[in-house]
């Protein structure tokens, strides 16, 4: 089902969290909203799904206008970061539970083939006896995302699915939910403020700041070319230094790169971890270390320029540095913004 | 070792052998005076005369119909504050509206008023020299020293009870479940029913019994509006007080022993509940991994 939201806005007292946003989602596709808090996502995610109203813009599935169509005969299936289970029910019950108000009556045979169905598919045959408290957050979670599968929805919804989860439950689920879905085709929407989740998960990210669409696009449009220093910041670590821009280049001490489209006057470099390089000689832009932090897949280190500016750039991990010592850095990439 | 592990245990606040022994006697010593004595000078003097007269007081037509006249209180105005009670903790707890903290301080206003002080407003608004005194009078329609009189203010005194217990409890649960059913296409009736009510059923049982309890032994309003009229407006705790000012202290003891029983009755009950209720919590304890 395709979805697309026209010029939506939504006002809670006097606080305005969704701006006029408008987005078309292609069937099938698996959309993030990806933003910090208070950007609005959550609460598009619950208009998509009928839980607020619009107070302005219009919603459509498909060619139906689903505006002020009710959440409960909207067709979608709600995923809640807390996952929402009736504690009182069982696994197999919560999953039921939509079969069983449905208006489509199904007999009980029917509907108890398809929770086994359900439960195979999100990978927890045999716990359909136990309750919600006695299964754990991983588990819980696929529970909710079972019982949102059942009522066979037209789209589906996710508020930030892997929250209140661990590191390492988190990018298994992830795996997996991607894996669900190209089982299933099913439209997705789902919110999180985790861009790595985002850009891991999604065919296409929707970047969110104050209730408006800053950016959008698969995650290597978004990565390889943000339009924004907020949309730079937010995908990742970035090092500012401050440049000057003069006829498409923008000049940091020693250093110069492409900055075709800036307008000249002061400007901002931001460059990745990754993209900073290290020498003992310049030219570059001189840095003394103030700290090497060890990880396990690289070497970090924490500088500061002659100007003042904080630096963080990775090394190879034999690569002998410490704090104290001085040397230039080089810019392997860098995007320019205007301030 | 235990006997190091309990020597090195840090002081606490209190911790001195003599304020431990004294804090303690004197708890157990008012329990006995205030509370334990009374009640057991209840048992003690209803059979004081011995088993017959006990017999006779109970079974008077008064005190039977005052018996039954406080069931009848409890059978109507319990159910109508149960259902207000739920109304209004749903309200409060899943809706936005203006004027929502508002309404959560009326609806505790008859816990801090004085039950005689609603009696006798009752007096001003139903009385004959009240607002709808002489219309209901012309219509003869007799809510004052009568039953629908004592039901009213039985109601007003047990209003917040139901409502009390739940607003807490549906405010921790917040609005996900009934969002989750909504969404899964469960109607708003079917929403309560399956998902609300299952979920808050303890507290609800438990509000059920306190209201009860106090529509049973509610004096102070009642005593206001009803008139005491022997054999007709006159509830248990009403007839009490009569028996007494008869001289007829071993009548009063065998009426008040009927209360005391449902007391009883209803502290068993209340204790059973709350150990249900804490064994569901335990067990469905919602360890919910919060969000870093």
């Not at chain 1, 959309?31 to 619950?46: C, D, E, F, Y």
């Not at chain 1, 070319?225 to 995908?235: G, I, Q, R, T």
């Not at chain 1, 991990?317 to 704090?323: D, N």
């Not at chain 2, 028996?243 to 022993?257: E, K, P, Q, R, V």
Request: charged fraction near 20%.
């Amino acid at each position: 089902m395709k979805i697309h939201l026209e010029n939506v806005v939504k006002t809670f007292e006097s606080f305005q969290a969704v701006k006029g946003v408008s987005l078309d989602i292609e069937s099938g596709e698996l959309v993030a909203l990806l933003g910090p808090s208070g950007s609005g996502k959550t609460t598009i995610l619950r208009m998509v799904a009928g839980l607020e109203y619009a107070d302005g813009g219009a919603i459509y599935f498909g060619d139906q206008d689903a505006t002020d169509i009710p959440v409960r005969d909207r067709g979608v299936g709600f995923v809640f970061q807390h996952y929402a289970l009736f504690p009182h029910m069982t696994v197999a019950d919560n999953i039921a539970f939509g079969m069983k108000v449905s208006k489509v009556k199904r007999d009980k045979a029917a509907i108890d083939s398809r929770v086994t169905d359900l439960l195979r598919l999100v990978r927890l045959e045999g716990l359909g006896d136990r309750f919600p408290a006695q299964i754990s957050g991983g588990q819980r979670q696929r529970v909710a995302l079972a019982r949102a599968l059942a009522v066979d929805p037209k789209v589906l919804l996710l508020d930030e699915p892997f929250g209140a989860l661990d590191a390492n439950v988190r990018r298994d689920l992830r795996r997996w939910l991607r894996e669900i879905h190209s089982e299933l085709g099913i439209t997705t929407l789902f919110v999180t403020h985790d861009q790595e989740e985002a850009l891991d998960l999604a065919d296409r990210v929707v970047i969110l700041k104050d209730g408006q669409i800053v950016q959008q696009g698969t995650p290597e449009e978004v990565c390889r070319d943000p339009k924004s220093a907020f949309v730079m910041k937010f995908l990742g670590d970035a090092n500012v230094i401050a440049a000057d821009v003069r006829d498409g280049r923008a000049y940091a001490g020693e250093l110069s790169v492409e900055a075709a489209g800036v307008a000249d006057g002061r400007a901002e470099l931001y460059a990745r971890p990754s993209d900073i390089d290290w020498s003992e000689q310049g030219p570059g832009i001189a840095a003394e270390i103030t700290r090497v932090l060890d990880r396990a897949d690289g070497r970090r280190v924490l500088a500061t320029t002659g100007a003042g500016e904080a630096l963080e750039f990775d090394v190879e991990p034999e690569r002998v540095v410490k704090a104290g010592e001085t040397g230039f850095v080089t810019l392997r990439r860098a995007k320019v913004f205007g301030v | 070792m235990s006997n190091l592990s309990t020597r090195r245990k840090p002081p606490r606040v209190g911790d001195a052998p003599l304020f431990r022994r004294s804090l303690i006697g004197i708890v157990l010593v008012l329990v006995a005076f205030v509370i334990v004595a009374p009640l057991v000078i209840i048992g003690v003097e209803a059979f004081s005369k011995g088993w017959q007269l006990y017999r006779d007081t109970v079974i008077h037509p008064d005190t039977l119909h005052a018996v039954m006249l406080t069931v009848l209180a409890a059978l109507i105005a319990v159910p109508i504050n149960t259902i207000f009670g739920i109304a209004a903790a749903w309200a409060i707890t899943k809706f936005d509206f203006w004027g929502k903290r508002f309404l959560l301080v009326v609806i505790e206003i008859p816990f801090s008023v004085s039950p005689i002080v609603a009696g006798v407003a009752y007096l001003f608004v139903y009385g004959l020299q009240g607002l709808f005194g002489p219309w209901l009078d012309a219509h003869d329609i007799k809510i004052l020293f009568a039953v629908p009189g004592i039901i009213i203010a039985s109601m007003f005194v047990t209003a917040p009870f139901v409502a009390r217990e739940l607003i807490p409890l549906m405010q921790a649960q917040g609005r996900d479940l009934e969002e989750a059913s909504t969404s899964l296409g469960a109607s708003g009736w079917r929403t309560f029913f399956a998902v609300t009510l299952p979920n808050v059923k303890w507290a609800l049982l438990y509000g059920v019994i306190l209201c009860n309890a106090r529509v049973m032994g509610e004096f102070g309003a009642v005593s206001v509006v009803s008139g005491n009229i022997r054999g007709q407006t006159n509830t248990l705790p009403l007839h009490i007080e009569l028996l007494y000012h008869d001289y007829n202290a071993t009548g009063a003891f065998a009426a008040a022993s009927i209360l005391a029983l449902i007391a009883v009755f209803t502290i068993i009950a209340k204790v059973a509940l709350e150990r249900q209720g804490a064994g569901r919590v335990r067990k469905q304890a919602n360890p919910a991994e919060k969000t870093s």
